[in-house]
């Protein structure tokens, strides 16, 4: 639990879980509060930054919150949500050297390709991150004894601390024990998977609100549509097929995009989060009225557009008229510029086309009592915000 949410990279493993809990079975989801105090040295070519117990907590109980609208924790065959920090955390070093330890050799835990891509850098891998295979190797001990847990899910590149695990169960309790691992979901170039031009796509709305969770969904390459709705959404395999077709024949529509971008959206976001995104992309894309949105749609679907604040006495006079608003909101360099725009038709204000350079932004103008919209040619974009 390396931040107080999971980003998208994190949904495969998690839909896994659903889709076996769909199954008939019973998924235990594990939150590392006692591991995330170590760090997996898997994939990392440098030591992780040791975080404190309160931010593990804090991250904790965010993971969890969002893993609670992905699995179904009622009923018989109810998810289990746990934190190995309640095991981990109270083993003493002693006896756990002597009870598990001594089931594992120095010999092949230097052979794990994340212990050799540390050991051929010059910072080395230190040992605490070096026991880290034999903690998740007792976590699956542990939720064997607990819940008789016998099948671990992970990234691939977790399938050696997973073996570890399973032979821990076999040599103490007798038992058999499996694992299954996911691939690493990379895009259809090859580079990796899960960021936009901001960094990170997260399930946390504040940290990535649901309007650009789903045009991120929307605007994944015709090559990775179809393969996506297979990995991240449970429509059925026939309706998949089918929207791969008409997408193959029709690409323009991106009918494979919207379907994914919709289901994903409405499954981590919920109902109402999808309709307020859609809704916005519709007024933004398809020249609807933008005195529909609320501010927070407007601020998610023009977030990535200058916004610069006026004072109220400057509303209603000539230090706002509509070449000195292009000016201050960064659209030109010049008011000479702004009303060549402006004579060609190339300058909206909320939408709407002004041919007027001698027009006046209004307290009227304000969309939700706060921005003024502005656009220069098809997406050119800024915001002028009422300075309270």
């Not at 050297?97 to 050991?119: W, Y």
Request: neutral net charge.
């Amino acid at each position: 639990p390396t931040a107080d949410s999971l980003h998208i990279g994190h949904l495969l493993p998690a839909l896994g879980l659903a889709r076996l809990q769909r199954a008939g079975h019973r998924p235990i989801a594990v939150v590392g509060g006692g591991t995330g105090l170590i760090g997996d040295p898997s994939g990392k070519a440098s030591e992780r930054p040791m975080l404190t117990r309160d931010d593990i907590a804090a991250n904790t109980a965010g993971i969890a919150s969002q893993l609670r609208r992905l699995l179904d924790f009622e009923g018989p065959r109810g998810a289990v949500l746990v934190d190995n920090a309640e095991w981990l955390c109270q083993l003493r070093l002693v006896d756990f050297l002597r009870d598990i330890g001594k089931h594992f050799t120095v010999n092949a835990m230097v052979q794990r390709d994340s212990v050799q891509l540390r050991l051929a850098t010059e910072q080395g891998i230190s040992f605490t991150e070096f026991t880290y295979a034999l903690l998740q190797a007792f976590d699956f001990l542990e939720l064997f004894d607990r819940f008789g847990c016998r099948l671990q899910i992970g990234g691939s590149d977790q399938w050696g601390n997973i073996l570890d695990g399973r032979e821990l169960i076999r040599v103490l309790r007798g038992a058999e024990a499996h694992g299954l691992t996911q691939v690493l979901v990379t895009k259809s170039d090859g580079s990796k998977f899960g960021k936009s031009e901001s960094g990170n796509v997260w399930l946390d709305p504040k940290r990535t609100s649901p309007y650009r969770f789903h045009q991120f969904w929307l605007n994944v390459d015709d090559a990775d549509a179809v393969r996506y709705l297979k990995f991240f959404t449970f429509l059925p395999v026939e309706e998949i097929d089918a929207l791969g077709s008409r997408h193959v024949a029709d690409p323009s529509k991106r009918a494979a995009q919207r379907a994914l971008a919709d289901e994903v959206t409405e499954l981590v976001h919920g109902p109402d989060a999808l309709r307020s995104a859609k809704r916005a992309a519709s007024v933004l894309f398809e020249g609807g009225d933008l005195r529909e949105l609320s501010a927070s749609e407007l601020e998610d679907g023009l977030g990535e557009a200058p916004r610069v604040p006026a004072p109220r006495a400057d509303f209603g006079t000539p230090r706002l008229d509509l070449p000195s608003a292009l000016v201050l909101a960064g659209l030109v360099k010049s008011k000479g510029e702004a009303r060549t725009h402006i004579q060609n038709g190339a300058v909206a204000i909320n939408q709407q086309v002004e041919k007027d350079a001698r027009r006046v932004l209004s307290q009227a103008d304000l969309l939700a009592g706060r921005y003024v919209v502005l656009r220069r040619g098809k997406k050119n974009y800024g915001l002028i915000e009422l300075a309270d």
